[in-house]
């Protein structure tokens, strides 16, 4: 599979939704895991990223949550078309969350964290969130787990600092520097100060106004 190539226009129909690249190792995984925590939910469609892969602010984070809603929710036919076509890039590069009319549990998630930017109208456009890991879990326990879907989302990340876009690492920092590791001492990367509070805040974030430029289109 070329990592240039999305390879989420092939996500099958029905659950279980896994790539068919991911699925030897997804399924091995969930059959060694002990804790039930961190298995990966197949019934639930995968959210590797969302929003414009040419966006000059990237959000990097672990890997899409399991609370008491999403399954309701994924089962939703038009949540479930407007999920899978913000993946496959095949509508809106609008951010999904910012734009879900569901307002699900992702909406609310994405929306106190850029509480801070809601008055910024262009932001759903100018806002890419890259997952380190696709699958949801409960809990995140695989990050030693590579699979083949990880190479597009790597390369969204590495195009990303090829057009020097803003960058801000909101989890599991080390394991982005692992897979990427001139990620590191990449020039326009900004960091939270309390990783445990996903706020894109002034009180949380170093480089809060390059982040609000960057937004406004400056």
Known sequence: MSS???PWIALPTEAPFV???DRPFVDQYNKSTKA????IHTSLLPEPFHGNPGAPVVVLLLNPGVGTQEDKLHKNAAFAQALRSSITQ???VEHFHLVDESKGPGYVWWKKACRALEQVESLPSRLLSVEFSPYHSKSFGHGHL???SQEYSFQLVKQAMQREALIVCMRGQSLWFGAIPELATYDHL???RNPRSASLSPGNLNGFDQLLTAVNGG
């Open 4 to 6: 240039h190539q999305n």
């Open 19 to 21: 790539l068919p690249c």
């Open 36 to 39: 039930k925590s961190f298995r």
């Open 90 to 92: 095949g509508a809106s």
């Open 146 to 148: 590579r699979l083949p």
């Open 190 to 192: 900004l960091n939270l």
